[in-house]
């Protein structure tokens, strides 16, 4: 874990500048009591030297990234088998991903190099990549499929891009839209972190590790505002009116209940398991919830032998 700005500076100063992937300040718990959560399982990624990623598709598919090396995985989570899909090229990154069922599409932010990739979610084929910004002066961190198309943070500007998805599965152009508000600080060493959006798209949630919080965003004018203050979020899921927050400094899972304006929300669980160490993204399944181990309490980049998505009660 990184609790001192000396290991700050040090890892900014990385060619990867992997500090950028998760909030790099000391938390506070919060005030809810945490809920342990009972029996659950465990699916290695086979080969995998990191991770972050991780996305429920139709029935019991899922995906998972390997983030300092881009790979895709893509397994099953009743039965536990998994297979790597995508071999990607050295230096590329998978930070946060989305697979969309309707257009059979899996989409990947791909970090440092300021792209978005576009992958074929059963082969494994690329199918389009975006370079949203120059590399090494972004970091492309995660992304939401609404039913307009894909929506992708930038953790070092205050951008979000937009992949519009049209009728048959075909991709457009991207476009940028710029954020105003409170969401729009660069303040901090690392910004923009993971995103949601609301059932009908017409409102986005973003969580910013510098200003620990998450906002709401207009994605017509990039207009924010805060939505609840909370320490350390990663990546975010919105799922039949329940926000979902990983918090991978606290090791847990908290499950935010909003308001149906979307003007705030309260703690409504806290969820902890032994088998979390570092839970960067969540996705869910049934009565599941998805998480997987990105193990930066081993260091950045990450040192621990295997890596793994689990599956805990929610």
């Known amino acids: 874990m990184l609790t001192t700005g000396t290991q700050v500076r040090r890892l900014l100063q990385g060619p990867l500048q992997a500090a950028g992937l998760i909030s790099l300040i000391t938390v506070t718990a919060l005030a809810t009591p945490a809920v342990a959560a009972p029996t659950n399982d465990v699916i290695v990624l086979p080969g995998a030297t990191s991770a972050e990623g991780v996305a429920v598709g139709r029935g019991a598919t899922f995906y998972a990234g390997e983030l300092f090396g881009g790979d895709i995985y893509r397994g099953n989570l009743q039965d536990g088998t998994v297979a790597r899909i995508v071999d990607a090229p050295a230096g590329q990154m998978a930070v946060g991903l989305k697979v969309d069922d309707a257009s059979g599409l899996l989409f990947v932010a791909g970090g440092m190099a300021g792209q978005g990739q576009v992958y074929d979610a059963k ?133 935010l209940r909003p308001s149906p304006d979307l003007s705030g929300a309260v703690v409504d669980k806290v969820i902890t398991s032994d088998l979390f160490q570092t839970p960067t993204t969540v996705a869910v399944h049934g009565n599941r919830l998805v998480a997987v181990n990105a193990k930066f309490d081993t260091g950045l980049p990450p040192t621990a032998d295997e890596y793994e998505v689990v599956i805990v009660n929610r």
Not at 138 to 160: C, E, M, R, Y
Not at 182 to 203: H, K, M, Q, V, Y
Not at 207 to 233: C, F, K, M, N, W
């Open 123 to 255: 082969t494994g084929a690329t199918v389009a990549t975006y370079q949203f910004a120059p590399a090494g002066q972004s970091l492309i961190n995660d992304v939401v499929v609404t039913k307009d198309g894909a929506w992708f943070t930038d953790s070092q500007q205050p951008h979000l891009y937009f992949v519009p998805i049209e009728p048959g599965g075909s991709l457009g152009e991207f476009r940028q839209l710029t954020l105003t508000g409170p969401a729009a600080d660069t303040s901090g060493e690392f910004n923009l972190n993971g995103i949601a959006a609301s059932p009908d798209g017409r409102t986005l949630i973003v969580g910013h590790s510098g200003t620990q919080a998450l906002y709401t965003v207009d994605p017509q004018t990039g207009a924010s505002r805060l939505l609840v203050e909370i320490a350390g979020p990663d990546g975010i899921l919105y799922e039949s009116g329940r926000l979902w927050v990983a918090q991978p400094f606290q090791n847990q899972v908290t499950r």
